[in-house]
């Protein structure tokens, strides 16, 4: 009986901290996403801010604050229900409009963790074949999720441990497919662009493991949405605990993304403002080495990720004045 409780406390606090790193790493990522957006002179500077990539993001940060202000106020409600037994009953009852609320921002934030679908659309240049999988994948995820909201509406209330359990062996239908949805989706757009990137990296500027860090941002979520799984098919008091770090794992998971993005952007500024000086050289003296060129290390970069992994086309203006005699 306590220990349903104790974990609805551990989460809270966790919650909190787990969203106090959102924080930080939102403000990080839109920084460095927006400060180093490339803009030219026929498109108003606030224009980043229409950036699918961008409004996903904000969205999904507002989604996880109101989730964690959700069950901060839940957990209050249940400590003010009354006695212990009283707390815990409140607990157990999934049609709780506070619960259903969490639930509900819950599969929100899930459902927004699809932005990896539009990175694989704009990196694919808009190949419907590679986006037909993780589409119809995220389709079948939001109609589970929202067949679960609908089926805890219509729940009655539940007044012991063994109608919660009872009520939670009935939702495994949609659970189950919600799970595996979700895991297919981010497996897939993950491994898509990782793939992309590296292969890019190996071939145009050298092999880098800078490709790899998309799938590994995006593993703590997937792995996180497999313990959910694990401990909601074995019905365990964890699961509460499990279940209410799923949105900010989701938001963490996607800003460090962002942030991969802005630092990319920084990095391939640099390069185009300070080129190497053994590419200067080969350019003026009228030689130039394959595959290791700044102008054919930008344009293969351009032509295939743009300036990161949520479009193909390039944003900078890629043009050099080089003068005909070095001297």
């Known amino acids: 009986m306590l220990s349903l409780i104790t974990y609805t406390i551990a989460g809270a606090l966790a919650s909190s901290f787990a969203y106090g790193i959102l924080c930080i790493l939102f403000v990080i990522s839109m920084f460095l996403f927006v400060r180093w957006a490339p803009t030219s002179q026929n498109t108003?500077?606030?224009?980043?801010?229409?950036?699918?990539?961008?409004?996903?993001?904000?969205?999904?940060?507002?989604?996880?604050?109101?989730?964690?202000?959700?069950?901060?106020?839940?957990?209050?409600e249940a400590l003010g229900a009354g006695?212990?037994?009283?707390?815990?009953?409140?607990i157990l009852d999934q049609s709780k409009t506070s619960n259903i609320v969490e639930l509900a921002l819950t599969f929100l934030a899930g459902i927004l963790t699809c932005l990896q679908i539009y990175r694989v659309w704009t990196i694919s240049s808009h190949n419907r074949a590679v986006v037909a999988f993780p589409v119809i994948s995220a389709i079948g995820m939001t109609v589970a999720f929202f067949a679960v909201v609908y089926q805890l509406i219509r729940a009655g209330v539940v007044a012991n441990m063994?109608?919660?359990?009872?009520?939670?062996?009935?939702?495994?239908?949609?659970?189950?497919?919600?799970?595996?949805?979700t895991i297919s989706t981010n497996v897939y757009c993950s491994g898509f662009i990782t793939w992309k990137l590296w292969s890019h990296q190996r071939i145009g500027t050298g092999a880098s493991g800078d490709g790899i860090i998309p799938y590994l941002s995006i593993s703590p979520y997937r792995s996180w949405v497999i313990f959910f799984f694990i401990t909601y098919e074995a019905q365990l008091d964890i699961n509460s605990f499990v279940g209410v770090l799923w949105?900010?794992?989701a938001g963490i998971a996607i800003m460090l993304i962002n942030a991969r993005v802005g630092l990319n952007r920084i990095q391939k500024f640099n390069l185009i403002q300070n080129p190497p000086i053994s590419t200067l050289n080969n350019r003026y003296s009228g030689t130039s080495t394959r595959g290791h060129g700044i102008e054919t290390v930008i344009t293969q970069t351009t032509s295939v990720v743009g300036d990161d992994p949520t479009t193909s086309q390039p944003h900078y203006p890629y043009h050099f004045d080089f003068p005909k005699n070095p001297c």
């Open 44 to 76: 108003p500077r606030y224009s980043v801010w229409m950036e699918p990539a961008v409004l996903a993001s904000i969205l999904l940060f507002v989604v996880v604050t109101a989730h964690w202000v959700n069950t901060i106020y839940r957990l209050f």
């Open 162 to 181: 063994a109608s919660h359990r009872e009520l939670l062996s009935s939702l495994n239908h949609w659970v189950i497919p919600a799970c595996v949805f």
């Open 247 to 249: 949105p900010p794992m």
């Open 83 to 90: 006695s212990m037994e009283d707390s815990m009953l409140f």
